[in-house]
């Protein structure tokens, strides 16, 4: 992408053409929407996911939302010959609940389905639907962080007592998908912490660390969420922007600075006692080039306490240098969450009564050529 891969001023060449006195100028965005595309949510911990998601929450601001967890494990110690020789007797389930968005005061009741298909986490985002098979068993969680232990049923156990001691256990066993049938809240479940074991008699115990998770997420708006546009962690929608670098009051130039700033909303006041909601902490700034394929991080920034955002980057120089000379593929940037955030918060930007304040704004600092 012109004046992407190349982070010197693309305009350093114009230093010797004449010049007129600095100036700078603020352009407020032409187009903010939804793009559809949906946020990254499967991975591993080495990707940077932390956790997967379950729970059903309605939420005064974004509406009713719901998520569907998907865990799957591999053996994280050798079988012993004990454990081999005998069948297994007992199996348990530790979920380390280390998120909560929603109600803290009434629990969360939980279906736990069987994964009866192979299933890729690797760049799988929100809007994915994963198929699963029968019940396994129900628990009813409390809506706050610690671990939570269920007992697999005997049935269960007698049925996978030959994936459980399988030398191939990672290739035949899929996982355990999470989906809420009650509570206001919805819940994560973290890598650290979180197992499945299986015990032999009178052999040893072997344990399987949670490699891979997912979450499939959905959410029904509120009347109130039309009053707003929402960057959502975990949703199937991120935000593309556009700006008119190409005005009549940004003429040909030599670019020295620009930066890209963004006010979101504090809404709240607007959410009950009891009610918990994590703050997104960090925002990113993609380029993407006319093919709608071709993208290039700009920056990750976090979130002033006062809700404000502001990117300011060579790279947005060397982007808007290149779009003011003719000379780039731009065709929109994109604000996203970063997937290691794992989550379902959001940033609210102010829309049902757009002004230059409440859109995304590009501040270009610049020298006109005569």
């Not at 940077?48 to 967890?69: I, T």
């Not at 998908?177 to 919805?186: D, K, M, Q, V, W």
């Not at 006692?273 to 993208?295: H, K, M, Q, Y």
């Not at 994109?334 to 304040?357: C, D, H, K, R, T």
Request: charged residues 15%; negative net charge; aromatic residues 8%.
């Amino acid at each position: 992408m012109t004046g992407c891969d190349d982070r010197t001023n693309v305009g350093i060449g114009l230093v010797d053409a004449q010049t007129e006195e600095s100036k700078v100028i603020t352009l407020s965005a032409s187009s903010l929407q939804d793009n559809g595309l949906g946020d990254v949510t499967g991975g591993n911990a080495s990707s940077g996911a932390s956790r997967a998601l379950a729970g059903v929450v309605d939420d005064p601001v974004a509406g009713h939302m719901e998520a569907v967890g998907l865990l799957d494990f591999v053996a994280s110690s050798q079988f012993g010959t004990s454990f081999l020789s005998q069948p297994v007797t007992f199996a348990d389930l530790t979920m380390s609940i280390d998120y909560v968005y929603g109600d803290t005061t009434q629990p969360v009741t939980l279906e736990m389905y069987q994964v009866n298909e192979s299933w890729i986490s690797a760049f799988t985002r929100a809007d994915t639907t994963i198929g699963t098979g029968a019940l396994v068993l129900t628990t009813t969680i409390p809506a706050v962080e610690g671990d939570h232990v269920v007992t697999l049923p005997a049935e269960w156990v007698s049925a996978f007592d030959g994936i459980l001691r399988s030398s191939t256990f990672t290739d035949d066993f899929h996982g355990f998908a999470l989906r809420a049938t009650s509570g206001n809240a919805i819940l994560g479940v973290g890598f650290s912490g979180t197992s499945l074991r299986a015990s032999s008699t009178p052999g040893d115990t072997v344990s399987f660390s949670l490699s891979k998770v997912f979450t499939s997420s959905s959410r029904i708006p509120s009347s109130a969420s039309s009053e707003y546009l929402l960057l959502q962690d975990g949703a199937a929608n991120g935000l593309d922007v556009s700006f008119p670098f190409l005005s009549e009051e940004f003429p040909e130039a030599l670019v020295h600075r620009v930066l890209v700033r963004l006010n979101t909303v504090d809404l709240s006041d607007l959410y009950p006692s009891g009610f918990n909601r994590p703050v997104v902490s960090l925002i990113g700034l993609r380029v993407v080039a006319d093919d709608d394929v071709t993208r290039l991080v700009v920056e990750e920034v976090g979130v002033a306490s006062d809700g404000s955002l502001t990117f300011d980057n060579t790279i947005l120089t060397n982007v808007v240098q290149s779009v003011n000379l003719d000379k780039s593929s731009l065709d929109r940037f994109e604000l996203y969450l970063p997937s290691n955030q794992s989550g379902v918060g959001f940033l609210a930007i102010q829309f049902g009564a757009i002004s230059s304040e409440s859109l995304p704004r590009a501040i270009v600092t610049f020298t006109p050529l005569k």
